[in-house]
T-cell receptor
């Protein structure tokens, strides 16, 4: 069964901490994405990547950065966590642009 | 500017009846449409898709209808079951145009509650 695995289901971090959210896919997909989901706002794209070492800003990149050193791994970094970054974070991957996305189970991040 | 709109934040339906979830889009370049289902504390899972060359696609209890002239699609669930209670996201892409235009654009979701 193909998978997108997010390293943590729940995280609690303090304001100002540097936070790493990890995502690994085993489907050899080129494209990987980071979204956050908030009530009433749906899924908002933070960053995406089409290839190793490539990254593109999504709709809400402020306060975030990403790293893709290997094809299967896409990391989201919160440089200095703030309370308004409390959210559900979802990683997804896709094979090219002709299909849908496979999502991970999500990481519920709480910043206190 | 929302390119994909789900105007009903929530919908409540009785078990056994039909659920109809609606989605409107504004970008005429969109040529591929999908529905995802999301339970709390889980990632969205793919439900059903439709290409712009079709107007209907059916998979078991789920049918998606596409009206290109109205830029409207709908998801029908018949019969609805309590296990269908979830948030449903509509998504669209301009996949034949390549590049970032192939990225999925998601609506804000509709929370479906199916009452026993």
């Amino acid at each position: 069964d193909v998978k997108v695995t997010q390293s943590s289901r729940y995280l609690v971090k303090r304001t100002g901490e540097k936070v790493f959210l990890e995502c690994v896919q085993d489907m050899d997909h080129e494209n990987m994405f980071w979204y956050r989901q908030d009530p009433g706002l749906g899924l908002r794209l933070i960053y995406f990547s089409y290839d190793v070492k490539m990254k593109e800003k999504g709709d809400i990149p402020e306060g975030y950065s990403v790293s893709r050193e290997k094809k299967e791994r896409f990391s989201l970094i919160l440089e200095s966590a703030s309370t308004n970054q409390t959210s559900m974070y979802l990683c997804a991957s896709s094979l090219g642009f002709r299909g849908g996305y496979t999502f991970g189970s999500g990481t519920r991040l709480t910043v206190v | 500017d929302q390119q994909v709109k789900q105007n009903s934040p929530s919908l409540s339906v009785q078990e056994g009846r039909i659920s109809i979830l609606n989605c409107d889009y504004t970008n005429s370049m969109f040529d591929y449409f999908l529905w995802y289902k999301k339970y709390p504390a889980e990632g969205p899972t793919f439900l059903i898709s439709i290409s712009s060359i079709k107007d209907k696609n059916e998979d078991g209890r789920f049918t998606v209808f596409l009206n290109k002239s109205a830029k409207h699609l709908s998801l029908h669930i018949v019969p609805s079951q309590p296990g269908d209670s979830a948030v449903y996201f509509c998504a669209a892409s301009a996949r034949n145009y390549g590049g970032s235009q192939g990225n999925l654009i998601f609506g804000k979701g509709t929370k479906l509650s199916v009452k026993p």
